[in-house]
């Protein structure tokens, strides 16, 4: 998942970016009961911790909100590194408690991870095609086979949401997960402002 340059560049800018916005980010984190590791790690998977970025889609800011998605949060200014962070924080907290009560914890932020960065509807949908397939709709490992599939016409013209690309939130969640462990080591080193 990981290159070299790739891993460099997250540890410089773990000391360089990551202290501009640490405090928001325990902020947010507290308020929406989320680990403040998981939404830096989050926030560097969306943007690099760089208030400034956008996407060929439109999304904006350290936690790339849509425009519709910050208006429903009471964003006014997605590129505000402030309004960015806590409302992707309280995005996450509404996929969280969006996450049937039959998942186990450490799989719930999992599945809000998906739900934050390809939709809800398509969780909804790998969920039920797992469940064709004979396979757990509960868990982690049953999920990440099944997600891919929501790209292949077979599967997804029988779904409601229909076509995703379903490899791509299997890879958000394991980035996030590596930089936060990567964080999560790191943690003395991190400067203080």
């Known amino acids: 998942i990981f290159d070299y340059f790739d891993v460099a560049v997250y ?3 773990i000391r360089t970016r990551l202290p501009l916005y640490r405090e928001w980010l ?3 984190g507290k308020k929406y009961q989320i ?5 830096a790690a989050q926030g560097y998977q969306e943007s690099h911790w760089d ?6 889609t439109g999304v904006r800011g350290i936690m790339m909100l849509t425009q519709r998605t ?9 590129t505000d590194p402030y309004q960015s962070i806590v409302g992707g924080a309280k995005y996450l907290a509404r996929m969280i408690k969006r996450v049937p009560e039959t998942v186990a914890e450490e799989d719930r932020l999992r599945f809000a991870l998906v739900a934050y960065n390809v939709g ?3 969780l909804l949908d790998a969920r039920k095609l797992a469940v064709r397939l004979g396979k757990n709709p509960d868990i982690w490992p049953a999920l990440k086979t099944v997600l891919p599939l929501l790209s292949q016409k077979k599967y997804y013209k029988q779904l409601k949401y229909g076509y995703a ?3 791509e939130p299997v890879r958000y969640v394991e980035r996030i997960e590596n930089y936060r462990d990567i964080l999560e080591q790191r943690m003395d080193s991190i400067p203080a402002l």
């Open 165 to 167: 690309r379903g490899t």
């Open 120 to 122: 809800f509807g398509h």
């Open 70 to 78: 910050a208006e429903s949060l009471g964003v006014s200014d997605r």
């Open 35 to 39: 680990p403040w590791t998981l939404l």
């Open 11 to 13: 540890h410089k800018r």
């Open 51 to 56: 208030q400034e970025a956008r996407s060929p």
């Open 26 to 28: 325990q902020q947010a």
